[in-house]
């Protein structure tokens, strides 16, 4: 178990680390953005992610902390990335409970006004279980972010479908990005039903759609005919810490 203490002494030791997964146009096989996903320095040096780190961040109360941790280390890649004329964006997830943090907007804002990055290169990622559509707060929020230029994607998208009352309320929502759970994407091509209801949402929408988990040529090929162009998964790389993904993204441009 993750303690309080660990966390937040980690985040003062730096500990913790942002590793990116590149998302790709798999049209043109360009790299267009990352996700940056936590990684935390294990006592061997070896960097992962406790599988109950989120969760225990969650339950005792810190996932505010490492949340805003996250913001201020994304902020400073962005205007890292922008000094050098690197036009990429970045996808950070975001847990459910920072959704309640009242101050998260104003944050957030304070870091890109002070980094002065285009804040249309942030994408906040949520997933879809937070149900952001039936919380009067979080839609505020919502609000807030698409007000600030902040781009919402919906993570895990397809997970929680059973919930149709949620699907009728989604369309009318200030979010800019689906992602197709790496579940559905798997299943391709021989169960495509998943993800032909998905696209469909999307398209009536006009959101953009990511897949995630792309592992095989067929399931690129599969989403590429039907206008999913955006992809990440290891067909093209996995999650890279800093210095490899730049060298990935030079060594493809
Ligand atoms: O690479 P992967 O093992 O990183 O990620 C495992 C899970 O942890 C995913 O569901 C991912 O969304 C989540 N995760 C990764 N980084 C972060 C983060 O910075 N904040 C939150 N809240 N979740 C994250
Ligand atoms: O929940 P979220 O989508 O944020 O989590 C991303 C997770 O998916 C990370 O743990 C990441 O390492 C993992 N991931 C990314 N691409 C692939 C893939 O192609 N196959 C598998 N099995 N996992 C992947
Ligand atoms: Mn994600
Ligand atoms: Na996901």
């Known amino acids: 178990l993750t303690q309080e203490f660990d966390i937040l002494q980690g985040i003062e030791e730096g500990k913790f680390a942002l590793w990116l997964q590149p998302q790709i146009d798999m049209r043109s096989g360009e790299v267009i953005g990352a996700e940056a996903l936590l990684r935390m320095q ?8 406790p599988s109950d780190l989120i969760v225990n961040a969650e339950e005792i109360g810190v ?4 949340g805003r941790w996250v913001f201020e280390e994304s902020c400073r890649l962005l205007a890292d990335w922008q000094q050098r004329g690197i036009e990429l964006t970045l996808s950070v997830n975001l847990s459910p409970i920072q959704l309640r943090d009242a101050d998260m907007v104003t944050h957030l804002r304070e870091h890109i006004d002070r980094h002065n990055i ?8 949520i997933t879809e279980t937070a149900q952001v559509g039936e ?20 993570d895990d998208f397809g997970m929680g479908y059973a919930n149709l009352n949620w ?5 009318s929502l200030p979010i800019s990005k689906i992602k197709i759970d790496r579940s559905f994407v798997s299943a391709l091509p021989d169960d495509d039903t998943m993800v032909r209801i998905v696209a469909s949402i999307a398209a009536i929408s006009k959101l953009d759609v990511v897949a995630e988990g792309i592992e095989t040529e067929a399931q690129r090929d599969w ?16 999650p890279l810490p800093r210095g490899q993904f730049d060298r990935y993204y030079f060594s493809l441009g």
């Open 42 to 49: 294990q006592p061997d040096g070896s960097w992962c992610l």
């Open 63 to 66: 996932i505010n902390a490492l």
């Open 118 to 125: 285009t804040p249309g290169s942030l994408v906040l990622e």
């Open 135 to 154: 919380s009067d707060h979080a839609l505020h929020l919502l609000q807030a972010l698409h007000e600030a230029g902040i781009s919402v994607a919906l």
């Open 167 to 171: 699907l009728n309320q989604f369309k």
């Open 223 to 238: 989403l590429l005919a039907r206008d999913i162009y955006i992809g990440q998964g290891y067909l093209y790389s996995e």
